[in-house]
Each structure stands twice: as C-alpha cells, then as structure tokens.
C-alpha cells in the first residue's frame, strides 16, 4: 500500500523565469523582462527565449511565455502592456506561422499580469479537499483554507 507522499499530487508552482543578455530583442524592448523575469504558473508557461513578433495591428510584440499551443504571451514595448495574441499556422498547407486577429490585453502592466499569475497558481487546487486529513473538522478545514488563500509567491 503507498504511503502519503506517494499519493501526493504535484500541483503547478509559480516561478519566474529570468532571462539573460543579449537576447536578439533591439532598442532596449527587452530591458523589462530582463530584469524581472517571465511568470510561469497554471495559466501562462513562459518560454525558454524571448521573440520578437511583428503585429500588423500593434507593432512589435517581445513574447515570453504561451497559454496554448498557438496563443502567445507579450509584452508591448510602446504600451507595456501584456497582451495576448494568436500565431500560428491555422490554414491548411501553411507553411509560414502568422499572427491572427488583434493582440488582447490581459494585464496592464508585466508586474500587474504576474501578480495574477502568481494569484491564480496560488490558489490551485482551488478550495481542494484533497490535502484534508480524514477527521478534519469545519473549523480546521476553513483554517486551512484561510492559510492556503494568504499563501505569498
């Protein structure tokens, strides 16, 4: 029979993923995410290398991180923004990948979007039971969950 910790599940953990100089990124559009890094949690894995991607729509993109297999995390430089864009080889035969539709913005900052990284990392398993323990009564369970939620990245 396995014991606990065999049986234990390993969740996501967030983690900021720093990068060094040079990268290939011109005109300093780096600097930001060279110095405080890239957010990697539940929602957001961030990439081994900084990109550079061309937007029709915003200009150019330093991407850092994915939430699927062909939406990019960026940074804008202009803006500072984080911003959320579709690129890809979405046709058949395509052989050249390109961005699809208008970047999304989904932080207004980069501290802003690893703070909610870093939030949503946090509290999965959201409201788990997993970790309780067998007789844990309704006071030590909300204790429980009470320290889970204060958890800091």
Not at 32 to 61: I, N, R, W
Not at 125 to 140: I, Y
Request: net charge negative; aromatic share 8%; with cysteine.
């Amino acid at each position: 029979m396995p014991d606990a910790a065999d049986t234990r599940v390993d969740w996501p953990r967030f983690k900021l993923v720093t990068y060094s100089a040079p990268t290939g990124i011109p005109h300093g559009w780096d600097a930001e995410l060279l110095a405080k890094g890239a957010p990697d949690g539940l929602v957001c894995e961030a990439q081994d290398t900084l990109t550079l991607l061309q937007d029709p729509g915003s200009g150019p993109l330093v991407c850092f991180g994915t939430a699927g297999r062909s939406e990019h995390l960026c940074l804008d430089p202009r803006t500072k923004h984080a911003v959320h864009i579709l690129y890809g080889d979405f046709r058949p035969h395509q052989i050249q990948p390109e961005v699809v539709g208008p970047a999304h913005l989904v932080g207004s900052s980069l501290d802003q979007f690893t703070a909610m990284v870093c939030a949503a990392t946090g509290r999965f398993p959201f409201d788990s039971d997993l970790t309780a323990e067998a007789h844990e009564d309704e006071e030590a369970r909300d204790e429980r969950r009470f320290n889970e939620w204060a958890q800091r990245c």
